[in-house]
């Protein structure tokens, strides 16, 4: 049997508002095509589905879209619910997604056996049984009642509780499926893994992350998500992150996209393959005339667009360089590319109007035209630009007051 493990999907995603539906769409027609050509029986979702728990009706859609196409390719899916999605949401269409052999697990069910899905071949023969534990909630964990006196202990009891919630797992796998090989799929955050700026951290941080360690010994591979860099984690068995399919985020933005390959027949070590790039995120920072000048000299893109993050980088604060930005971007018009996040750094910073003079001066003794004056001499600018922002300056000085 041949398992394919993705995971964070994240559906409904924008970056830095710019939407990235039909990068989605793209990867799907890209999966499509690889699970018809590793001949994949069994597809995991290990949560995330959708970056939004409302999502819209266009990610609904695109959704439920992308699963009738791979149904198309893969005889089993089965798909958990993760941090991002609302178990209510991913449940609603459960008996109808039955039918077509899709298996949802939106919330840890109060019962842990209807968390285990048996995969079968063609034939109808279980060859594996899957333990679907979605991302653990905070009811799913502490169930005992017992009063939490410190914060330590609060981290310590979500820890067991994850630990706990695999353990049942695996005993009901023993139980219910003797002497056929399980694997988990879990959404959480593992200790000593590299996380990435489009990530947030559950069971209150990195504090209470989950020593894969403690994951049961039983399970012969263990598919997470929520983290969305492809990495492995250190335990007995073979632990992974299959990483998201797209970059979510510039700091994604050097991360080889995959998705994972169990084959049963061989070993239980995944092969990674590598997801093709859709678009390019580029990051570029500098001084004005290094952002200018790299803007200038970009190659030709006939694909969708890239997308650009700018951070201006300028020893000295001077509003005329946040003004030089602005039209910079606004200006911009090379086809094939689009700026979708700019923002300014200044080592020498003011952090105070006491800063602008040289001696201390009571409040009273200010006056805003006297300060705006003197920001105005500590800046650049040209002197038909200086008399037009004191004109505007006293122009909004009046209707004030």
């Known amino acids: 049997m041949k398992i394919l493990h993705t995971a964070d999907w994240h559906i409904g995603k924008k970056l830095h508002n710019y939407e ?30 959708f970056d939004l728990a409302n999502p819209s009706s266009a ?44 298996d949802v697990v939106g919330g840890l069910p109060n019962n842990i056996e209807e968390a285990l899905i048996p995969l079968k071949n063609l034939e109808g023969k279980t060859e594996a049984v899957v333990a679907a534990i979605p991302f653990l909630r905070n009811p799913d964990l502490r169930k005992d009642g017992l009063p939490i006196k410190t914060y330590e202990e609060r981290l310590e009891a979500l820890r067991l509780g994850i630990t706990e919630v695999f353990h049942r797992a695996a005993e009901s796998c023993k139980k219910n499926y003797p002497e056929i090989p399980a694997l988990a799929m879990g959404h959480l955050f593992a200790a000593g893994i590299d996380p990435s700026d489009s990530e947030r ?13 403690a994951f049961d ?26 990483g998201s399919p797209l970059p979510l985020s510039f700091s994604e933005r050097k991360d080889e996209k995959r998705v994972l390959i169990l084959d049963t027949e061989k070993n239980w070590e995944p092969k990674s393959v590598a997801i093709p790039s859709f678009r390019k995120l580029i990051k570029i920072a500098g001084d004005f005339n290094v952002l200018e000048t790299k803007l200038l000299t970009l190659s030709e893109n006939k694909g969708l667009d890239n997308l650009i993050e700018l951070e201006l980088r300028e020893k000295d604060y001077q509003a005329k360089r946040i003004h030089d930005l602005e039209e910079l971007v606004s200006n911009f018009q090379q086809s094939g590319y689009q700026i979708v996040k700019h923002r300014a750094k200044f080592d020498n910073q003011l952090s105070g109007t006491g800063e602008i003079f040289e001696e201390q001066v009571s409040l009273e003794e200010l006056k805003p035209q006297k300060v705006f004056t003197e920001l105005l001499d500590r800046n650049d600018f040209s002197e038909k630009e200086h008399r037009e922002l004191e004109a505007a300056f006293l122009e909004l000085l009046e209707e004030s007051e």
């Open 20 to 49: 990235l539906a039909e990068d989605f769409d793209r990867f799907i027609e890209w999966l499509c095509g690889c699970v018809q050509e590793k001949q994949i029986d069994v597809l995991l979702v290990s949560g995330d589905c």
């Open 59 to 102: 990610a609904r859609n695109q959704y439920y879209q992308s699963l009738v196409k791979l149904k198309k390719h893969v005889n089993q899916i089965v798909i958990t619910g993760g941090n991002h999605d609302s178990p209510a949401v991913l449940n609603a269409p459960k008996e109808l997604l039955k039918a077509l052999n899709f």
């Open 201 to 213: 951290d559950i069971q209150i941080g990195n504090q209470a992350s989950f020593q894969a360690s």
């Open 217 to 242: 010994g039983y399970f012969k591979y263990v598919a997470l998500g929520h983290i969305h860099k492809p990495q492995r984690v250190s335990a007995e068995q073979p632990v992974f992150y299959s």
